[in-house]
Protein backbone atom coordinates (compact mmCIF):
# COMPACT_ATOMS: atom_id res chain seq x y z
CA UNK A 1 0.00 0.00 0.00
CA UNK A 2 1.41 3.51 -0.93
CA UNK A 3 1.72 6.26 1.76
CA UNK A 4 -0.41 8.96 1.24
CA UNK A 5 0.85 12.55 1.98
CA UNK A 6 -1.40 15.62 2.32
CA UNK A 7 0.41 18.63 0.46
CA UNK A 8 0.69 22.28 0.13
CA UNK A 9 3.97 23.53 -2.85
CA UNK A 10 6.29 24.51 -0.95
CA UNK A 11 4.74 24.41 2.30
CA UNK A 12 6.51 21.92 5.31
CA UNK A 13 5.19 19.10 3.69
CA UNK A 14 7.88 19.62 1.06
CA UNK A 15 10.59 18.28 3.51
CA UNK A 16 8.37 14.99 3.54
CA UNK A 17 7.60 14.98 -0.19
CA UNK A 18 11.57 15.35 -0.95
CA UNK A 19 12.23 12.83 1.74
CA UNK A 20 9.88 10.17 0.47
CA UNK A 21 11.44 10.76 -3.09
CA UNK A 22 14.89 10.02 -1.68
CA UNK A 23 13.51 7.00 -0.24
CA UNK A 24 12.18 6.08 -3.38
CA UNK A 25 9.25 4.82 -1.93
CA UNK A 26 5.16 5.48 -3.38
CA UNK A 27 3.01 8.39 -2.97
CA UNK A 28 -0.07 9.29 -3.36
CA UNK A 29 -0.10 13.09 -2.63
CA UNK A 30 -3.04 14.66 -1.76
CA UNK A 31 -2.70 18.46 -2.97
CA UNK A 32 -4.58 21.32 -1.11
CA UNK A 33 -4.15 24.93 -1.83
CA UNK A 34 -2.73 26.69 1.04
CA UNK A 35 -5.78 28.22 3.36
CA UNK A 36 -9.09 27.11 4.21
CA UNK A 37 -9.14 24.27 2.41
CA UNK A 38 -7.30 22.92 5.36
CA UNK A 39 -9.96 23.67 7.70
CA UNK A 40 -12.82 21.12 6.46
CA UNK A 41 -14.04 18.61 9.01
CA UNK A 42 -12.39 15.54 6.96
CA UNK A 43 -8.93 16.92 7.26
CA UNK A 44 -9.38 18.17 10.83
CA UNK A 45 -10.16 14.72 11.52
CA UNK A 46 -6.54 13.92 10.35
CA UNK A 47 -4.74 17.07 11.50
CA UNK A 48 -6.17 18.97 14.25
CA UNK A 49 -4.72 22.13 13.56
CA UNK A 50 -5.39 22.16 9.90
CA UNK A 51 -1.74 22.22 8.59
CA UNK A 52 0.86 20.25 6.29
CA UNK A 53 2.21 17.51 6.03
CA UNK A 54 0.02 14.91 7.13
CA UNK A 55 1.24 11.30 6.49
CA UNK A 56 -1.05 8.54 6.49
CA UNK A 57 0.91 4.59 6.49
CA UNK A 58 -2.01 1.99 6.76
CA UNK A 59 -3.65 2.50 9.74
CA UNK A 60 -0.95 4.98 11.06
CA UNK A 61 -1.43 9.22 10.85
CA UNK A 62 1.33 11.23 11.84
CA UNK A 63 1.45 15.51 11.32
CA UNK A 64 5.09 16.88 12.81
CA UNK A 65 7.37 16.80 9.90
CA UNK A 66 10.28 15.75 12.41
CA UNK A 67 8.37 13.17 13.56
CA UNK A 68 7.49 12.01 9.80
CA UNK A 69 11.37 11.97 8.63
CA UNK A 70 12.19 10.03 11.58
CA UNK A 71 9.19 7.36 10.82
CA UNK A 72 10.10 7.37 7.43
CA UNK A 73 14.04 6.56 8.09
CA UNK A 74 13.55 4.14 11.26
CA UNK A 75 10.89 2.21 9.18
CA UNK A 76 12.24 2.75 5.46
CA UNK A 77 15.33 3.28 5.10
CA UNK A 78 18.30 1.28 4.58
CA UNK A 79 21.09 3.09 6.55
CA UNK A 80 21.39 5.64 3.90
CA UNK A 81 19.61 8.43 5.35
CA UNK A 82 18.82 7.54 8.61
CA UNK A 83 21.53 7.32 11.73
CA UNK A 84 20.37 4.72 13.69
CA UNK A 85 20.55 4.31 17.76
CA UNK A 86 23.96 3.59 18.72
CA UNK A 87 25.38 5.26 15.54
CA UNK A 88 28.27 7.85 16.55
CA UNK A 89 27.04 10.49 14.53
CA UNK A 90 22.87 9.84 16.00
CA UNK A 91 23.25 12.76 18.20
CA UNK A 92 23.91 15.25 15.46
CA UNK A 93 21.62 13.36 13.15
CA UNK A 94 18.73 14.53 15.31
CA UNK A 95 19.76 17.95 16.59
CA UNK A 96 20.09 18.76 12.74
CA UNK A 97 16.90 16.90 12.32
CA UNK A 98 15.09 19.37 14.53
CA UNK A 99 17.34 22.38 13.70
CA UNK A 100 15.22 22.38 10.34
CA UNK A 101 12.01 23.49 12.13
CA UNK A 102 14.66 26.60 13.97
CA UNK A 103 15.12 28.00 10.66
CA UNK A 104 11.65 27.18 9.05
CA UNK A 105 10.07 29.21 12.08
CA UNK A 106 11.19 32.51 10.89
CA UNK A 107 10.82 31.96 7.08
CA UNK A 108 7.41 30.99 8.11
CA UNK A 109 7.30 34.13 10.03
CA UNK A 110 8.21 36.24 6.96
CA UNK A 111 5.49 34.44 5.13
CA UNK A 112 2.97 35.62 6.99
CA UNK A 113 4.34 39.41 7.19
CA UNK A 114 4.91 39.19 2.88
CA UNK A 115 2.05 37.02 1.63
CA UNK A 116 -0.62 35.61 4.64
CA UNK A 117 -1.12 39.57 4.97
CA UNK A 118 -2.07 40.24 2.04
CA UNK A 119 -2.84 43.99 3.19
CA UNK A 120 0.07 45.82 3.24
CA UNK A 121 -0.74 48.12 5.53
CA UNK A 122 -1.53 45.90 8.43
CA UNK A 123 2.27 44.10 7.72
CA UNK A 124 4.70 45.04 10.53
CA UNK A 125 8.35 46.54 9.19
CA UNK A 126 9.65 45.60 12.63
CA UNK A 127 8.64 41.79 12.55
CA UNK A 128 9.77 41.32 9.10
CA UNK A 129 13.27 43.45 9.99
CA UNK A 130 14.07 41.08 12.94
CA UNK A 131 12.73 37.83 12.00
CA UNK A 132 15.49 38.62 8.50
CA UNK A 133 17.91 39.16 11.32
CA UNK A 134 17.08 36.05 13.29
CA UNK A 135 16.83 34.08 9.96
CA UNK A 136 20.61 35.64 8.73
CA UNK A 137 21.83 34.37 12.67
CA UNK A 138 20.25 30.60 11.92
CA UNK A 139 21.75 30.79 8.78
CA UNK A 140 25.15 31.41 9.71
CA UNK A 141 25.12 28.75 12.09
CA UNK A 142 25.47 26.27 8.55
CA UNK A 143 27.73 28.18 7.60
CA UNK A 144 29.91 27.51 9.89
CA UNK A 145 28.91 23.66 10.25
CA UNK A 146 29.74 23.80 6.53
CA UNK A 147 33.39 25.12 6.62
CA UNK A 148 35.08 21.65 5.99
CA UNK A 149 32.31 19.52 4.76
CA UNK A 150 29.18 19.13 1.91
CA UNK A 151 26.46 18.22 4.14
CA UNK A 152 25.67 18.70 7.74
CA UNK A 153 27.15 15.73 8.81
CA UNK A 154 31.24 14.19 8.39
CA UNK A 155 29.56 10.79 6.50
CA UNK A 156 27.55 12.48 4.27
CA UNK A 157 24.25 13.46 3.12
CA UNK A 158 21.20 12.45 5.29
CA UNK A 159 17.69 12.99 6.09
CA UNK A 160 18.97 15.55 7.97
CA UNK A 161 20.26 18.19 5.00
CA UNK A 162 16.70 17.38 3.55
CA UNK A 163 14.95 18.70 6.46
CA UNK A 164 17.42 21.88 6.91
CA UNK A 165 17.69 21.98 2.73
CA UNK A 166 14.17 22.63 2.96
CA UNK A 167 14.11 25.62 5.52
CA UNK A 168 17.11 27.08 2.97
CA UNK A 169 14.79 26.33 0.01
CA UNK A 170 12.32 28.83 1.56
CA UNK A 171 14.52 30.61 3.07
CA UNK A 172 16.53 32.05 0.64
CA UNK A 173 13.14 33.88 -0.72
CA UNK A 174 13.64 36.47 2.45
CA UNK A 175 17.75 36.74 2.42
CA UNK A 176 20.47 36.94 0.39
CA UNK A 177 21.86 33.39 0.86
CA UNK A 178 25.13 34.53 -1.72
CA UNK A 179 26.38 36.07 1.21
CA UNK A 180 26.98 32.76 2.74
CA UNK A 181 29.27 31.24 0.47
CA UNK A 182 29.22 27.84 2.01
CA UNK A 183 25.53 27.72 2.42
CA UNK A 184 25.03 28.71 -1.50
CA UNK A 185 26.98 25.90 -2.05
CA UNK A 186 25.16 23.52 -0.25
CA UNK A 187 21.91 24.71 -1.27
CA UNK A 188 23.66 24.31 -4.89
CA UNK A 189 24.36 20.57 -4.17
CA UNK A 190 20.53 19.73 -2.50
CA UNK A 191 18.80 21.69 -4.91
CA UNK A 192 20.66 19.30 -7.93
CA UNK A 193 19.71 16.05 -6.32
CA UNK A 194 16.90 14.54 -8.49
CA UNK A 195 14.64 13.73 -5.59
CA UNK A 196 14.42 17.60 -4.48
CA UNK A 197 13.86 18.51 -7.83
CA UNK A 198 10.91 16.03 -7.86
CA UNK A 199 9.36 17.70 -4.68
CA UNK A 200 9.07 20.87 -6.58
CA UNK A 201 5.78 22.26 -8.24
CA UNK A 202 5.89 22.81 -11.74
CA UNK A 203 5.85 26.06 -13.01
CA UNK A 204 2.78 26.35 -14.28
CA UNK A 205 1.23 24.72 -10.88
CA UNK A 206 -1.79 26.59 -9.46
CA UNK A 207 -2.26 27.15 -5.84
CA UNK A 208 1.81 27.75 -5.06
CA UNK A 209 2.68 29.89 -1.82
CA UNK A 210 5.22 31.53 -3.78
CA UNK A 211 5.14 33.22 -6.54
CA UNK A 212 8.08 35.87 -6.55
CA UNK A 213 11.65 35.31 -7.32
CA UNK A 214 12.19 36.87 -3.91
CA UNK A 215 10.41 38.83 -0.97
CA UNK A 216 13.89 40.37 0.67
CA UNK A 217 13.31 43.63 2.30
CA UNK A 218 14.20 46.74 0.59
CA UNK A 219 15.34 49.95 2.78
Excluded at 28 to 46: E, M, N, P, Q, T
Aim: charged letters at 25%; hydrophobic letters at 40%; one cysteine or more.
Amino acid sequence: MALKLFHCHEARSMRSLWLINELKLDVDVVLFSFGRALRSDDYLSRHPLGRVPCLEDGELTLFESGAIAEYLCEIYDDGVLWRAPGHKERPEWLQWIHYAETMTVHAANLTQQAIVISDPALRSPTVQKLETRRLGKAIEVLESQLQDRDYLLASGFSAADVGVGYSLHVGRLFTDIEAYPNVAAYYQRLSSREAFKQSLPAMDAEHKIYTQQNYWLTE
